[in-house]
């Protein structure tokens, strides 16, 4: 049950998020998005995952994008809600496709069953600790690569956002 | 269903002592800032002639702020302007639930965490938490309309997420050093020996961790998002009547949340110093007895030498019954203790655990109430960064520094 | 001082000319004078200039006809022509041709008139305006508009700033919010009613202003002071030379954010208002100086108090030093911020502690002694950089100078009259008007009539708190002052400020112009 | 299963999101949608299998959610300054 | 004392602690000089000389006390001593650890690094006393030392690569010291890149023992380690003359062999102290060192070490005859350690690799001390170092004069100084081996490093003085912590000889026997042999003597009679020309007229480019009404992919 | 709402609390504000009235301390300041400038600031003494005692 009420409040705001018209607003819903599924983590007992997700994802990465919203100071102009212009026809086709093929892809699985069942025994409370020790034994290696991959990034953004 | 009355009524007790410390810290920045500055203070303000030393003035405040027009600027977004403030208050006091307040509490076969939220990501919660704090702010700027509310929350979200950092890996090595992410487990670690707790262990990265906790609290030297002789009044230029209350509480609601933690963090939590709870447990009868009699004789002595002042002074108004009305019951406590100290009592395991857990209460509270003095000494003292010095300072000095941390840290504790 | 005339298309030649081959790097002043019906063109742009290296200094007047009023600009010349020039033209509608912005200053855009021309009534009213748009045509990137009422201001400046992120990048001042027209008030009233008005200019320290005026006025016409008064004028000159960097020290601490040493400053100020409020029974606006000398002897505890009040200060002063000498934030904030070089400064025409910041060790008190200064020992502090930290720790320095003449001055003080014998300016003796003709009448004449300098010009100056402060008096044999110009040493220093803190922070803005004090009473007039 | 449907109608929603915004910053965060539809996966099949590996990979994915943030912000805001606006219409330099 | 204090530090720690003290002091010193515009320069530069002599120092004290700890073992298997910190690369088995191992070899090469390094160290104040960048200076150095030492007392060939690499690095930085002068930059960029060429061939060498180990059935820990290289050597034998090869090729670079010597000379842009410690005595020896340690793979290749040997010999004639005309006394001795590092290869390459260690060990001796005292001379004169505008300076520089004369009587081979015996040593075992030609080229050799050693010597110190009047007045003996190393270092030129038995013997364990191809013993031929070469020294140093004090025009005179060798000489044999047009030229001919004319322009670009462009554009035109440019539309058209993709995955 | 006890004891006990915690908001133009700091400073400290918190905003403040000459270009800041400001909001008029434009009676200045805004206290004197500033305060809370609004 609990369930249902966060999964619906998730999908309102990712909704909200793509259909607000002021970009900051729509910030916002996504970091509520964001926060009702670390909400949805703690029901499933990734307590670690979900601490992470508050403090990466809406602490930092929302954040900084707001921070880019608010610099930029975009004009009203900017904010509005616009198609791209003249093909709505295609864009409303596409997504009524998309809509349908995902649709039957989920009827499928869903008849081929599979209910989500948790795993019967301990062992999946995401601490700290136990999480942390498969991060740097069985995981090492994209551990590693993952952080590679972050200090490209940064030495990317720096370079890119420097400007002339 | 007994935890769960246990835990509201944790919530109740720890939130509302929180929330009576803000108006206490408020009075003391202006009493400090005063007696700082050679002056009085605020002392005029009185309920039937007592002044509290001017601690009544902020009861006129609330008072005032919440009868006050409340202004919405027409510009502004409303739905986020109202949010704001909440969002801070809210992330200042929800810190709160994972400190531990005093060592666990045994109540016969009842073990009472003194803890709102047992959380087993602890520090984690308390960073995730934090980082959520500067939505308040630059929701506050942005929402305003206002070029200098603008300034204020670009300021702020670009000075937190800076200054996260660093207090994150700060935090890593006192993590690395106790083993556990736990703030009961850490303050309980700490032990009873001033040598063995975590300021004396870290001592860099307690540096840090205060200096960053300055500012994640926007306060000076770090008051960039509000300076006011740069941008007015910084990001709740814009608010007023209670709103702008709420930010005004929400600053020193951080300073005492903040406070905690440090507390919790590096100066052994609720541990007093030489007396383990054990210790008090067992032998708490006798400590009863050698204490009582100094509460009642200095009980005494504080009431008759306050009744003496009013001979001194005398104004000739409601105020000359001021040291009456306060000196009379210190006395009359005074001689009640010394009966009870006469007479022996003798306390039971219940009231033994009890006084326990007061006493750690108490001495955690005098420890934060120090750091909260600490950040009132130093916002009177120091002038404000810069913006891009703080930058500079958070990145090129604080992060390499609590990198290197970090690295002596790993290098001894793999020994 | 040796006048020339030049003519008004080559007065930019001629300014040129002086200023690469005579050396005159400093122009101090420029005004216009309406001579209505006196004389054959009714207006004159009257150029006071000072060669540092010469010690020398120098009046050119430019006659400018009525009916065409333009002159060359020398603002291309020295750089503190610019606002003198629009001043002028605010004023008096005397055109400057090659003028790079030549708009209105003082006064407001839909002001209609210039109020110092002769033909303008003193109590013409217009309505208010509306607040401009600084910006202009260029409304390109992020401005920022800061003041008129800004907690930095202090008092009634307005800046428009152009930012890159933090970072300035233009900036446009408006001043004359506090326009309170000295000028004409002064040419309204008779003489010895000018020096209330002078109390508001620089309304830190007040004495001083009386000091400068009462001398330029005495210097008008010919009156010798006691020398007691002389003294007494030193001291109190710098008494408020000591409170005037107090304020000036002070809030600029508190613009960085460092609250806590305004009060220590202030305490001191209070001691010495408490010896001023004996003298004059003011605190601030005093008064206190007549044209021929002093308006009340200081009383006798002077000499016990003021030294206990000078230690006080040296304590005030460590007090302030040890908050801010070391500390790595204010040095941060301070060190290489809004500096500007001694060239420029020159040419922005700036004096006073400013100017020693940038370097140079120009003091009137040194360069044209006045009142036995030369006799006196002390020493000029000078900074190295001309940057905010030097502009302060000048000013920490001029106050423990100024104590140290205080000190001798009290020491030196001889007895005798306050005030001068000179018919001319000081009443009689009550007993003389009582008992003789003679003496009732001059007392009539004085009280009735004003006392009456001969026709004549002067420009007087003195070392203010801020830089020279120059009075430039034109007597046409009346009572009241045909026209008085006041030479204020804000208003050169406050003109460089956009230059100041262009490719600063916003931050550093506000540092900065807390340490150039301008005084906004003294900027507007 | 639940989690699963959960997780695609959040993909769907982000893709949707991309398709129909022109502005980039929301654009941004419609990606960043979607990484988020599949950490949720990711932790319901953790549970599911009751092993802690999908919450492991969640955390890697944190990161590489902050690495496309800060290199997709430094590229919009180079944008901007290119543009002076954020509407992907503008950005129509394949075409041309 | 010190015993106490053993028992509480391990000798594990203390082995670290001779790599880590260089460090800790670079460190400081790094900060010093970051700050040093905020510090008083005379306090920085006082500090940072403190700081940068105390770590050598005590790392050679530490490398002391592990010495006579282990000299006190028995056991000559137990010696080898390894200290591991900790796991630094691990994967799927497979672990490479930063560890460090003490052994007879390496111990004997900490002890004449730290040893060399402290007395230059000591030196360096003196000569760089006033200098802009003095902390960072120090700072360098010390990190070059902390390095070097990695690379000598590395466990495993990764952690010797990154001394390896973190040497050039130092050694680019410190030649490249002064680099405002753009010469003296360029000259260090040289360094680098030539040295990059030798570690390519290094790391393709580790590549392939790394190709070869995996998957087999080694013995041991971490495979790359050399204890486990040495057990399982065997496994190494298919591919044991490539991996030597390109190991040597690595030597080669770094020990500026044919035909990567290139850098060397140039390398004596950087200070002097710089030339002695890194281009003389330490860092280039590190090919050496390198070979030694991994002897037991050399042996398994007779062809590799033959071209180990021949290399050298030539490399060792062939620097000598350029040495002969250098008019540069920092390029004489620069050449002269070219030549000499040949005679350490090969002896390295006829198997007598104790033999090149020891000639490695005295010639970072009596190098050291030409070195400074060339250094010292160079002081002197206020940066002349023509030596044709010095001479006579025995006079004014006596303390230098009688160390520059005893090292070069050392390095020519003279008894009973510590040249003759290394030298002495090489060129027996190279006869005794039964490598005759190689040895005649060692003797010749031998003679020319006499002759121009004392041409050297003759010039800068006898005859009349060839200097300016006005630097002349300016001629002083250095400072006292320049001439304290210096003779210190003489008289380690004079006595270093004289450990050649307990060297050996000392030295013995960690070298696989070389099979003599013939064993026989010539007692009284060693004898002979070593007379000779004294004799045939000493009459190449007085013809010297003769020739450029007593008859100054004769030099002039024979120059312009073989004028063409003389040029070719002087000029290098115009090796940087030779490469200049073989390797660059062409480089630059090919990519330009052949590859990018020739080919890429006529074929690819309008045949295959632009043809196919055309081709495609005619195509694409066709399909750009698609393309609206809208990366909305594209990411349209890739869902719809998608979608295909899934439903056909789906269905 | 009615005039009841209640909301009467309401009304009384809010202007207690308006009355003690009186934020001023300085619009210090001229010599005046010279006498605000030092009201400010340790000898009078304003701040024992409760009247510390000097809000540079308009919007935090309750009283707008107007001193110094107001000139004509200086009025319609000083209006929209005073607009800015949410109700109660007192206003004092500091020194002869603000009360009557003082001894400037000319094109430039502002005959007395209660030609564009309301004025609660008027503190006489060029420039007024600090312990003027505490009475006016001591006045006006006087007059916001008996005030009945809520």
Redesign the interface.
């Known amino acids: 049950m609990i369930f249902y009420l966060i999964a619906f409040g998730i999908v309102v705001t990712a909704i909200l998020t793509i259909a607000s018209r002021n970009s900051v607003v729509s910030a916002l819903w996504l970091v509520a998005c964001l926060f009702a599924q670390a909400i949805l983590m703690v029901t499933l007992e990734a307590h670690l995952v979900a601490a992470m997700q508050v403090l990466l994802y809406a602490g930092a990465i929302m954040v900084l994008i707001l921070f880019v919203i608010m610099l930029l100071n975009l004009t009203p102009k900017e904010l509005k809600w616009k198609f791209i212009a003249g093909e709505r026809l295609i864009l409303g086709s596409g997504v009524i496709y998309l809509a349908g093929v995902m649709g039957l892809a989920l009827w499928i699985i869903y008849k081929k069953g599979a209910s989500f069942v948790p795993a019967a025994g301990g062992g999946t409370a995401g601490t700290v600790e136990a999480v942390g020790k498969l991060l740097l034994t069985k995981y090492a290696l994209p551990f590693e690569l993952v952080s590679v991959t972050l200090l490209v990034a940064i030495v990317g953004a720096i370079l890119t956002g420097r400007g002339k | 269903m007994y935890s769960l009355v246990i835990d509201i009524i944790k919530v109740i007790v720890i939130a509302s002592a929180v929330l009576t410390l803000i108006p206490v810290l408020i009075w003391w920045e202006r009493k400090g800032a005063a007696y700082i500055q050679d002056r009085r203070g605020p002392n005029r303000a009185n309920i039937f002639g007592i002044r509290l030393g001017g601690l009544i003035h902020n009861i006129a405040d609330v008072f005032k702020l919440l009868f006050k027009e409340d202004i919405i600027p027409q510009q502004a977004h409303k739905l986020i302007y109202l949010i704001a403030p909440i969002i801070v208050m809210g992330v200042a006091v929800s810190t709160l639930a994972v400190i531990p307040f005093t060592a666990p509490v045994k109540l016969g076969d009842f073990v009472i965490k003194m803890q709102i939220a047992d959380l087993n990501v602890g520090i984690i919660y308390i960073l995730a938490i934090a980082s959520l704090g500067v939505y308040g702010v630059i929701l506050a700027g942005w929402s305003s309309n206002n070029v200098y509310s603008l300034f204020g929350g670009l300021r702020s979200s670009a000075q937190m997420i800076s200054y996260e950092v660093a207090m994150g890996l700060a935090l890593l090595s006192v993590i690395m050093s106790s083993g556990t992410v736990r703030l009961d487990e850490i303050a309980a670690l700490q032990g009873i020996n001033i040598l063995e707790w975590n300021f004396i262990r870290q001592p860099l990265a307690f540096i840090l961790f205060l200096t960053c906790l300055f500012a994640e609290t926007n306060r000076n030297p770090f008051d960039l998002p509000e300076g006011e002789s740069e941008l007015v009044a910084g990001y709740h230029t814009e608010y007023s009547s209670m709103k702008f209350a709420l930010f005004f509480m929400a600053e020193y609601a951080h300073i005492i949340v903040g406070s905690m933690i440090l507390v919790s963090l590096f100066f052994g939590g609720w541990q007093i110093p030489f007396l383990s709870t054990e210790f008090m447990h067992d032998n708490m009868n006798a400590l009863l007895k050698l204490a009582l009699p100094v509460v009642s004789v200095s009980s005494i002595a504080a009431g008759v030498l306050l009744m003496r002042r009013t001979k001194k002074f005398g104004w000739g108004d409601a105020r000359d019954f001021e040291p009456l009305v306060f000196g009379l019951p210190a006395v009359i406590f005074g001689f009640i203790i010394g009966i009870a100290a006469v007479f022996s009592i003798y306390l039971n395991e219940y009231a033994v655990s009890i006084i326990t857990a007061a006493a750690q209460g108490a001495i955690f509270l005098v420890k934060t109430l120090f750091f909260c003095w600490l950040f009132i000494w130093v916002r009177w003292t120091l002038p404000r960064f810069r913006y891009d010095q703080l930058m500079k300072l958070g990145w090129q000095i604080m992060v390499p520094l609590a990198l290197i941390n970090i690295i002596i840290t790993g290098i001894v504790i793999s020994r | 001082m040796e006048t020339i005339f030049a003519d008004r298309k080559e007065i930019l030649e001629k300014a040129l000319f002086l200023r690469d081959k005579e050396k005159f790097d400093f122009m101090m002043d420029l005004c216009g004078v309406d001579y209505l019906g006196c004389a054959r063109e009714r207006f004159e742009v009257v150029y006071h200039l000072f060669s540092s290296a010469n010690n020398k200094r120098l009046r050119i007047k430019v006659k400018v006809p009525e009916n065409n009023p333009e002159v060359q600009s020398v603002s291309s010349v020295w750089k503190a022509a610019n606002w003198f020039e629009r001043e002028c033209f605010d004023l008096f509608g005397i055109k400057f041709s090659g003028h790079p912005d030549l708009k209105r200053i003082l006064l407001f855009e839909e002001f209609v008139g210039h109020p110092l021309r002769k033909d303008y009534p003193i109590d013409k009213r217009q309505s208010i305006p509306t607040p401009v748009d600084l910006r202009k045509n260029n409304r390109e990137g992020f401005w920022i508009n800061f003041g008129p009422s800004h907690p930095a201001t202090h008092g009634t400046f307005r800046l428009m700033l152009k930012l890159d992120g933090e970072k300035i990048e233009d900036a446009i001042p408006e001043i004359g919010y506090l326009h309170r027209c000295f000028e004409k008030e002064a040419e309204d009233h008779n003489y010895a009613q000018v020096i209330p008005y002078t109390d508001r200019l620089n309304y830190c320290s007040s004495l001083m202003n009386n000091v400068g005026y009462s001398m330029a006025v005495e210097k008008l016409m010919g009156i010798k002071i006691p020398e007691r008064a002389k003294y007494i004028r030193v001291l109190i000159s710098e008494l408020s030379r000591i409170i005037d960097h107090l304020i000036a020290i002070g809030t600029n601490v508190v613009d960085m954010g460092g609250l806590t040493n305004y009060w220590y400053t202030f305490n001191v100020r209070e001691l010495i208002y408490d010896w001023i409020e004996k003298i004059c029974g003011a605190r601030l606006t005093t008064n206190y100086t007549r044209i021929g000398g002093v308006m009340r002897d200081i009383p006798a505890e002077t000499f016990k108090y003021i030294p206990w009040v000078l230690k006080k200060l040296d304590r005030a002063i460590s007090d302030v030093t040890g908050l801010l000498v070391k500390n790595r934030i204010f040095l941060d904030r301070t060190r290489f911020i809004g500096a500007i070089s001694a060239e420029d400064a020159a040419s922005f025409g700036y004096t006073g502690p400013c100017l020693r910041a940038a370097g140079v060790a120009y003091d009137v008190r040194k360069a044209f002694p006045y009142y036995h200064y030369d006799e006196f020992d002390w020493d000029v502090p000078i900074g190295e950089n001309g940057d905010t930290y030097d502009r302060i720790m000048v000013r920490f320095e001029e106050m423990r100078q100024s104590a140290r003449i205080i000190n001798q001055v009290l020491e030196k003080m001889p007895g005798g009259p306050i005030m001068t014998g000179d018919y001319r300016a000081a009443l009689p003796p009550k007993a003389s008007v009582y008992s003789t003709i003679e003496g009732l009448m001059n007392h009539f004449k004085l009280i009735m009539h004003g006392m009456t300098p001969p026709a004549g010009e002067v420009y007087s100056f003195t070392e203010g708190a801020n830089g020279e402060l120059g009075f430039y008096i034109v007597s046409d044999g009346g009572p009241k002052p045909y026209r008085i110009k006041v030479r204020p040493p804000c208003f050169a220093i406050y003109q460089a400020y956009p230059e100041l803190i262009k490719g600063h922070m916003i931050a550093d803005a506000v540092a900065v112009m807390g340490s150039l004090n301008v005084i906004a009473g003294e900027l507007d007039r | 299963?639940?989690?699963?449907?959960?997780s695609?109608?959040?993909f769907?929603?982000?893709?949707?999101?991309?398709?129909?915004?022109?502005?980039l910053?929301?654009i941004?965060?419609?990606v960043?949608?979607m990484l988020?539809a599949s950490?949720?996966s990711f932790?319901?099949f953790?549970?599911?299998?009751?092993?802690?590996?999908g919450?492991?990979?969640?955390?890697?994915l944190?990161?590489?959610?902050?690495?496309?943030?800060?290199?997709g912000?430094?590229?919009?805001?180079?944008l901007?300054?290119l543009k002076g606006?954020?509407?992907?219409?503008l950005?129509?330099?394949?075409?041309? | 004392m010190i015993l106490g204090l053993l028992q509480h530090i391990s000798i594990q720690n203390l082995i670290w602690l001779i790599c880590l003290l260089p460090l800790v002091s670079s460190c400081i010193n790094w900060l010093l000089s970051a700050s040093s515009s905020k510090l008083p320069s005379k306090a920085a530069n006082s500090l940072a000389s403190f700081v940068g002599i105390s770590g050598p120092l005590l790392a050679f004290f530490s490398a002391l006390i592990v010495f006579w700890v282990l000299t006190g073992i028995e056991n000559s298997e137990a010696f080898a001593i390894t200290g591991p910190l900790y796991q630094w690369i691990g994967f799927g088995g497979w672990s490479i650890d930063i560890g460090l191992r003490v052994d007879q070899l390496s111990l004997v090469m900490a002890l004449v690094v730290t040893g060399v390094g402290t007395l230059i160290h000591i030196y360096s104040i003196g000569y760089m006393r006033g200098d802009d960048g003095y902390p960072r200076y120090f700072a360098e150095l010390n990190l070059f030392l902390f390095f070097m030492l990695l690379l000598i007392l590395a466990d495993n060939l990764i952690l010797m690569f990154v001394g390896w690499e973190g040497v050039g690095l130092c050694s680019y930085l410190l030649i490249g010291f002064w680099f405002s002068d753009i010469e003296k930059a360029k000259a260090g960029k040289k360094a680098f890149v030539v040295n990059r060429i030798g570690d390519f061939a290094f790391i393709i060498g580790i590549f392939l023992i790394w190709k070869m180990l995996a998957g087999q059935p080694i013995v041991g820990g971490s495979p790359l380690n050399f204890e486990t290289l040495e057990r399982n050597a065997a496994f190494l034998l298919p591919i044991a003359t490539p991996v030597c090869i390109a190991l040597f090729i690595g030597a080669c670079g770094k020990s500026a062999q044919i035909p990567l010597y290139v850098w060397l000379p140039d390398a004596m842009a950087g200070p002097t102290p710089v030339s002695a410690l890194i281009h003389a005595a330490t860092m280039v020896t590190a090919g050496v060192y390198m070979i030694a340690r991994l002897n037991f793979l050399y042996v398994l290749s007779p062809l590799a070490l033959n071209i180990v040997a021949y290399t050298g010999a030539a490399t060792a004639l062939f620097a000598a005859t350029i040495g002969l005309t250098q008019r540069d006394i920092k390029k004489v001795l620069a050449y002269s350690t070219i030549s000499q590092l040949g005679y350490m290869f090969l002896a390295e390459g006829v198997g007598a690799f104790g033999a090149g260690i020891f000639h490695l060990v005295t010639h970072a001796f009596f190098k050291a001390a030409l070195f400074l005292g060339a250094g010292s001379v160079i002081h002197a004169l206020h940066g002349e170092q023509d030596l044709f505008n010095m001479g006579g300076l025995k006079k004014y520089l006596p303390g230098t004069f009688a160390v520059f004369f005893v090292a070069a009587l050392a390095i020519s081979g003279i008894w009973p100084l510590a040249g003759f015996y290394s030298k002495d040593e090489i060129l027996w075992q190279v006869y005794e081996r039964g490598y005759t030609g190689l040895w005649v080229i060692g003797f010749i050799t031998a003679g020319m490093t006499a002759f121009y050693m004392f041409r050297a010597t003759s010039l800068a110190f006898f005859g009349n003085l060839r200097i300016g009047e006005d630097k002349k007045h300016h001629i002083h003996e250095s400072s006292i912590s320049m001439l304290v190393p210096l003779v210190l270092l003489g008289v380690l030129s004079i006595s270093g000889g004289w450990i050649k038995n307990s060297i050996g013997t000392f030295l013995e364990p960690r070298f696989a026997s070389v099979t003599l191809e013939e064993v026989t013993h010539h007692e009284n031929m060693e004898h002979i042999l070593a007379v000779i070469s004294v004799l045939w020294a000493a009459h190449w140093a007085f013809v010297a003597w003769i020739v450029y004090v007593q008859k100054p025009s004769w030099p002039e005179a024979m120059a312009n009679k073989f004028r063409k060798i003389h040029s070719l000489l002087m000029n290098k044999y115009f090796v940087d020309e030779i490469y200049d047009a073989i390797v660059i030229k062409p480089l630059a001919w090919i990519s330009e007229t052949a590859l990018w004319k020739g080919f890429d322009i006529p074929i690819i670009d309008n045949v295959g480019v632009n043809g196919s462009g055309r081709v495609v554009g005619f195509f694409g035109k066709l399909a750009a009404v698609l393309q609206t440019g809208l990366t909305p539309h594209y990411l349209f058209f890739m869902v719809i992919g998608i979608s295909i993709v899934v439903g056909w995955l789906v269905f | 709402m009615g005039n009841n006890f209640l909301t009467t004891k309401l009304a009384e006990v809010v202007n207690w609390g308006r009355k003690n915690s009186l934020w001023p908001m300085p619009f210090a133009t001229a010599c005046c504000g010279i006498e605000f700091m030092g009201a400010v400073s340790s000898r009078f400290d304003i701040s024992r009235f409760g009247a510390e918190l000097v809000r540079f905003s308009p919007r935090q403040a309750d009283l707008l301390l107007v001193m110094g000459t107001i000139s004509y270009k200086e009025a319609p800041i000083l209006k929209r300041i005073y607009e800015q400001m949410p109700s109660p909001k007192w206003v004092i008029s500091m020194g002869a400038c603000a009360c009557s434009g003082g001894f400037y009676n000319n094109y430039s200045t502002l005959q007395g600031i209660d030609e564009i805004i309301p004025v609660d206290v008027y503190i006489p004197g060029c420039p007024p003494r600090p312990e003027q500033i505490l009475q006016s305060i001591v006045k006006l809370q006087e007059k916001i005692v008996k005030e009945n609004k809520l």
């Open positions: 299963m639940e989690y699963i449907v959960l695609v109608i959040i769907c929603i982000g893709v949707a999101g991309i398709l129909l915004r022109r502005n910053i929301i941004l965060m419609s960043e949608l988020s950490n949720i932790v319901a953790s549970k599911m299998h009751g092993n802690l590996d919450q492991a990979v969640v955390l890697l944190y990161v590489l959610a902050a690495c496309e943030a800060a290199v912000l430094a590229i919009i805001v180079g901007f300054r606006s954020v509407d992907i219409q950005f129509r330099d394949l075409k041309k």
